[in-house]
């Protein structure tokens, strides 16, 4: 198993340059937060038709999970057509077909525009079965994209060297490395006139009249509208949150013999499934890029074993050499199967969000770059309310339940014990949450063992921490925020930090008294 220096994505040596924090308060047409794709595309998009823009990022451009996708471009969803069909009926299906097949068609007319070197090229999809599992799903797969407006083929197998079992070919499918991509593109928006501040948190966000962005450091961004681009939404606290759920999924990319493994993207049906896409590494070499293992957020600290599972799966299947980087990202799942981009619920007249990326972020924050711009500019799209982001879908219910359930589980952990009993069981390097009196207390050891202690509290919504062996973070277990070891917020719903244990205690002898 490779060491810890390892954990890092394939798109570790490309660098996006930095841009500047923003120090003083301005205004602006759009405000967008968040540097990511949905967010850069939709500033790219907004630019070229005259408006004035503005991003802020509290980290880098594509810093966020953007920069751990695996980054296919499909129309081949992971929320099956027929599942798609079922819950949002035939014409909502042919408009996820449509729109997915829009999102690769611009990244490539942009790339050819904007002359933005990313390797991006058109290849096959093949989604197949393993010998041995029922054929079922590809029939109905296939009869269900067809309705959809999509020509797949059946074939006996995916171009592997190994027998995968009977396989659904969809054409016209691409890749790309997205960090180069983003790169070109906050050349162009700054080009057009759009200014990228990166370094500056949005603390408060709010719409109306007098919308605006509130920044950590005391200034603010005034604007027209303004887009939550943050992969979950980190500007309200039920609307959306209540209607996705956080998973974390886990991959690694091993160098392989150029030309051993045929160019494609390729995506199995069991479960645990499979996705699998190949990148040139260097002269004679490849990437083989192989991801899976999913699990809630938050709810398991087993990577090291989801990672052994993949090397297994992809040694058993490609003539891998030694494993090069290993990481994983956070996908938002819609109950659904479809993103959450439109105005926002609870401030619908100026304030717009994008998420629920459903295992797709390139392509859904690519069609939110496209619907939000549309929506700002005040023309129709038919899009619009497939991916409404305030609709109810009944026959979602059994999911919405299920996730729901799940959460309501996770408060039980408000009253027991903590994960040791003393901050000097945990090694350097380590985390754990421990119990002092009524506290939960989120104890980080430093390499030099000195001890850092924060609230153990999600500041979303009150689920407590835990502790993330492989990334070094307090993950929440609710709806998928997560903080780094010192307590500092990286991924939403949670939008502040996880305050001093001083602080809490404060806080509850102020509630107390």
């Given at each position: 198993?490779?060491?810890?220096?390892?954990?890092?994505?394939?798109?570790?040596?490309?660098?996006?340059?930095?841009?500047?924090?923003?120090?003083?308060?301005?205004?602006?047409?759009?405000?967008?937060?968040?540097?990511g794709i949905a967010g850069i595309t939709t500033a790219y998009l907004l630019a070229s038709e005259g408006k004035a823009v503005v991003v802020l990022d509290d980290g880098a451009i594509g810093g966020g999970m953007t920069g751990r996708t695996t980054a296919h471009l499909v129309n081949a969803l992971d929320d099956?057509?027929?599942?798609?069909?079922?819950?949002?009926?035939?014409?909502?299906?042919?408009?996820?077909?449509?729109?997915h097949t829009a999102a690769i068609a611009l990244v490539e007319k942009i790339v050819a525009k904007e002359g933005i070197d990313c390797n991006f090229s058109r290849l096959d999809g093949y989604l197949f079965v393993p010998p041995g599992e029922s054929l079922d799903i590809l029939e109905d797969e296939l009869q269900a994209a067809a309705r959809a407006g999509l020509k797949l083929e059946r074939v006996d197998r995916s171009p592997l060297d190994y027998d995968t079992g009977p396989a659904l070919r969809f054409p016209k499918q691409a890749q790309f490395h997205p960090l180069k991509y983003l790169a070109g593109l906050a050349t162009a928006i700054e080009r057009l006139g759009g200014r990228i501040y990166c370094g500056t948190h949005a603390a408060e966000i709010?719409?109306?009249?007098?919308?605006?962005?509130?920044?950590?450091?005391?200034?603010?961004?005034?604007?027209?509208?303004?887009?939550?681009?943050?992969?979950?939404?980190?500007?309200?606290?039920?609307?959306?949150?209540?209607?996705?759920?956080?998973?974390?999924?886990?991959?690694?990319?091993?160098?392989?013999?150029?030309?051993?493994?045929?160019?494609?993207?390729?995506?199995d049906t069991p479960n645990p499934y499979h996705y699998v896409r190949l990148q040139e590494l260097d002269e004679g070499f490849d990437l083989v890029i192989v991801g899976g293992e999913d699990h809630k957020t938050g709810q398991r600290d087993d990577a090291d074993t989801r990672f052994a599972n993949l090397e297994k799966w992809s040694r058993e299947r490609f003539p891998?050499?030694?494993?090069?980087?290993?990481?994983?990202?956070?996908?938002?799942?819609?109950?659904?199967?479809?993103?959450?981009?439109?105005?926002?619920?609870?401030?619908?007249?100026?304030?717009?969000?994008?998420?629920?990326?459903?295992?797709?972020?390139?392509?859904?924050?690519?069609?939110?770059?496209?619907?939000?711009?549309?929506?700002?500019?005040?023309?129709?799209?038919?899009?619009?309310?497939?991916?409404?982001?305030s609709r109810k879908t009944l026959r979602a219910f059994p999911t919405f339940a299920q996730e729901n359930i799940n959460v309501a589980v996770q408060f039980a952990d408000l009253v027991t014990p903590g994960d040791v009993d003393s901050v000097d069981e945990?090694?350097?390097?380590?985390?754990?949450?421990?119990?002092?009196?009524?506290?939960?207390?989120?104890?980080?050891?430093?390499?030099?063992?000195?001890?850092?202690?924060?609230?153990?509290?999600?500041?979303?919504?009150g689920c407590v921490v835990d502790w993330n062996t492989l990334e070094k973070t307090w993950d929440c277990p609710c709806h998928g925020s997560r903080y780094d070891a010192l307590g500092k917020v990286i991924q939403g719903p949670a939008n502040s930090d996880l305050p001093e244990v001083e602080s809490q205690e404060l806080s509850a002898k102020s509630n107390s008294a």
């Amino acid at each position: 198993m490779p060491n810890e220096q390892t954990v890092s994505s394939w798109m570790a040596t490309a660098e996006v340059p930095l841009r500047d924090p923003l120090t003083e308060s301005i205004s602006t047409d759009v405000c967008i937060v968040g540097a990511g794709i949905a967010g850069i595309t939709t500033a790219y998009l907004l630019a070229s038709e005259g408006k004035a823009v503005v991003v802020l990022d509290d980290g880098a451009i594509g810093g966020g999970m953007t920069g751990r996708t695996t980054a296919h471009l499909v129309n081949a969803l992971d929320d099956r057509y027929f599942d798609l069909e079922r819950l949002h009926g035939e014409a909502g299906a042919r408009l996820a077909a449509e729109s997915h097949t829009a999102a690769i068609a611009l990244v490539e007319k942009i790339v050819a525009k904007e002359g933005i070197d990313c390797n991006f090229s058109r290849l096959d999809g093949y989604l197949f079965v393993p010998p041995g599992e029922s054929l079922d799903i590809l029939e109905d797969e296939l009869q269900a994209a067809a309705r959809a407006g999509l020509k797949l083929e059946r074939v006996d197998r995916s171009p592997l060297d190994y027998d995968t079992g009977p396989a659904l070919r969809f054409p016209k499918q691409a890749q790309f490395h997205p960090l180069k991509y983003l790169a070109g593109l906050a050349t162009a928006i700054e080009r057009l006139g759009g200014r990228i501040y990166c370094g500056t948190h949005a603390a408060e966000i709010k719409g109306g009249d007098q919308a605006q962005v509130s920044c950590a450091n005391g200034v603010a961004v005034s604007a027209a509208a303004i887009v939550v681009a943050t992969n979950s939404p980190v500007n309200d606290l039920f609307a959306i949150h209540t209607k996705q759920a956080a998973y974390q999924t886990y991959v690694i990319a091993a160098r392989v013999p150029h030309g051993a493994v045929t160019e494609a993207l390729y995506w199995d049906t069991p479960n645990p499934y499979h996705y699998v896409r190949l990148q040139e590494l260097d002269e004679g070499f490849d990437l083989v890029i192989v991801g899976g293992e999913d699990h809630k957020t938050g709810q398991r600290d087993d990577a090291d074993t989801r990672f052994a599972n993949l090397e297994k799966w992809s040694r058993e299947r490609f003539p891998l050499q030694e494993i090069v980087y290993r990481w994983s990202g956070e996908v938002l799942e819609p109950v659904d199967g479809v993103a959450f981009i439109g105005r926002n619920p609870m401030d619908k007249d100026n304030v717009y969000i994008a998420t629920g990326d459903s295992g797709n972020g390139m392509t859904h924050g690519t069609i939110a770059g496209i619907l939000i711009t549309d929506l700002i500019a005040g023309r129709e799209n038919e899009w619009e309310k497939l991916y409404e982001p305030s609709r109810k879908t009944l026959r979602a219910f059994p999911t919405f339940a299920q996730e729901n359930i799940n959460v309501a589980v996770q408060f039980a952990d408000l009253v027991t014990p903590g994960d040791v009993d003393s901050v000097d069981e945990i090694r350097p390097g380590a985390g754990a949450v421990i119990r002092r009196g009524a506290l939960k207390v989120a104890a980080y050891s430093d390499e030099s063992g000195r001890v850092h202690e924060r609230s153990a509290i999600c500041r979303h919504l009150g689920c407590v921490v835990d502790w993330n062996t492989l990334e070094k973070t307090w993950d929440c277990p609710c709806h998928g925020s997560r903080y780094d070891a010192l307590g500092k917020v990286i991924q939403g719903p949670a939008n502040s930090d996880l305050p001093e244990v001083e602080s809490q205690e404060l806080s509850a002898k102020s509630n107390s008294a």
